[in-house]
T-cell receptor, first 111, second 112 residues
């Protein structure tokens, strides 16, 4: 059964800090790893990482996929209060396109 | 462009009742997936439909069913509601079931 483990489960930082969120996975026939940000209800898409695209960057956010270690990190530099959210990691693999999610990391950025 | 829309936004039901949740995908997207998210957990896969056919089913009892219509909108039905069905139900769409799934705002269901 596919499995995703995220750490830490929660994190409190001050504005301006840099944070690193971790995601490790076990999945049959890995296809992709996705990061989402969930503030109130709808998870919003951040990045998708695949074998052909192991590093992505958008503004202050960046993510790397380590296929050897079966893990990924999400970095946020110069954090802002608006970065406060739950960050979800998900993987897809096998013969269908379902996403298997981790429990998420609750990030709180204090002013 | 409109994103994924879901209705209703909130719903309160009592045990044993039936509920129908609705989802309209992003225009041009032919695949819809349903997820259940309970407090403190990540979303858990329930169903995926593509071109009106069920493509995948998660580990949920037969009380859960879904269908997709010719316009690619979808319904999730849950019969004989239990207290444990209280959750946020998320719908996600993608063009052809590709990995990047875009989520709607969800329906928060409370079963009393």
């Amino acid at each position: 059964e596919d499995k995703v483990v995220q750490s830490p489960l929660s994190l409190v930082v001050h504005e301006g800090d840099t944070v690193t969120l971790n995601c490790s996975y076990e999945v049959t026939n890995f296809r992709s790893l996705l990061w989402y940000k969930q503030e109130k209800k709808a998870p919003t898409f951040l990045f998708m990482l695949t074998s052909s695209g192991i590093e992505k960057k958008s503004g202050r956010l960046s993510s790397i996929l380590d296929k050897k270690e079966l893990s990924s990190i999400l970095n946020i530099t110069a954090t802002q209060t608006g970065d406060s959210a739950i960050y979800l990691c998900a993987v897809s693999g096998g013969s269908n396109y379902k996403l298997t999610f981790g429990k998420g990391t609750l990030l709180t950025v204090n002013p | 462009d409109a994103g994924v829309t879901q209705s209703p936004t909130h719903l309160i039901k009592t045990r044993g009742q039936h509920v129908t949740l609705r989802c309209s995908p992003i225009s041009g997207h032919k695949s819809v997936s349903w997820y259940q998210q309970v407090l403190g957990q990540g979303p858990q896969f329930i169903f995926q439909y593509y071109e009106k056919e069920e493509r995948g089913r998660g580990n949920f009892p037969d009380r859960f069913s879904a269908r997709q219509f010719p316009n690619y909108s979808s319904e999730l039905n849950v019969n004989a509601l239990l207290l444990g069905d209280s959750a946020l139900y998320l719908c996600a769409s993608s063009p052809r079931g590709q990995e990047t799934q875009y989520f709607g705002p969800g329906t928060r269901l409370l079963v009393l």
